[in-house]
């Protein structure tokens, strides 16, 4: 199946700053998905970018899928104490409708 | 939305027992629902795919013997632990995908299992 790599592992930001975080693939993807896990809580579905070049926005949130297809960002302006959570994506698996979740990108943000 | 319901929230057991976790979508039908596993600060991990009146599919590394599935109506599927051990213990999260639209997962709220 389709595997992604996700960086960076771990950001801290002050409240205000921006937060980015990547995810790349060798392989072309046929979409790509982003969920948030807030600590202790289950993953929490944000988006799905199915199209070469896509950038969707929801508030704060802008999403990227590049042109190949290969690799997708998740940038939120003016973090905020609510941010806080890892935020993953996910590609299709090998069973197709199943997901290979990236490591994730835990965020921290501090007042 | 769609709402995918798990119980229990929270199960600890001694060793050697079986414990099983229910996964239930609530207000839509779902064919195939999905059983992953995630450790303490790593990502999560498809462990099988269950589809409604058929075996599961399970990801390579996972012992079928050891996580029984039974996916027995469209909005039914259940993980059973069997002869559990500490190695065992993990968040096991759940989801459920429609009938329709572009094939968004719904999750579970997750089943913390501890095995003592």
């Known amino acids: 199946g389709q595997q992604v790599m996700q960086i960076p592992q771990y950001q801290h930001v002050q409240e205000g700053e921006d937060f980015t975080t990547y995810c790349n693939s060798s392989?072309?993807?046929?979409?790509i998905q982003w969920y948030k896990q807030r600590p202790g809580g289950h993953p929490v579905f944000l988006i799905q970018l199915v199209k070469s070049g896509e950038v969707k926005k929801q508030k704060r949130l802008t999403f990227q899928f590049g042109e190949a297809k290969k690799n997708s960002s998740l940038h939120i302006t003016a973090t905020q104490t609510t941010d806080v959570g890892t935020y993953f994506c996910?590609?299709?698996?090998?069973?197709?409708?199943?997901?290979?979740f990236g490591k994730g990108t835990s965020l921290l943000v501090t007042p | 939305g769609a709402v995918v319901s798990q119980h229990p929230s929270w199960v600890i057991c001694k060793s050697g027992t079986s414990v099983k976790i229910e996964c239930r979508s609530l207000?839509?039908?779902?064919?195939?629902m999905f059983w992953y596993r995630q450790f303490p600060k790593q990502s999560l991990m498809l462990m099988a795919t269950?589809?409604?009146?058929?075996?599961?599919?399970?990801e390579q590394g996972v012992e079928k013997d050891k996580f029984l599935i039974n996916h027995a109506s469209l909005t039914l599927s259940t993980l059973t632990v069997t002869s559990a051990h500490p190695e065992d213990s993990s968040f096991y999260i759940c989801?459920?995908?429609?009938?329709?639209?572009?094939?968004?997962?719904?999750f579970g709220p997750g089943t913390r299992l501890t095995v003592l």
């Open positions: 392989t072309t993807l046929s979409n």
């Open positions: 996910a590609v299709p698996s090998n069973s197709g409708y199943a997901l290979n």
């Open positions: 989801s459920a995908r429609g009938t329709s639209g572009p094939g968004t997962q719904y």
């Open positions: 269950s589809n409604e009146g058929s075996k599961a599919t399970y």
């Open positions: 207000d839509f039908q779902a064919t195939t």
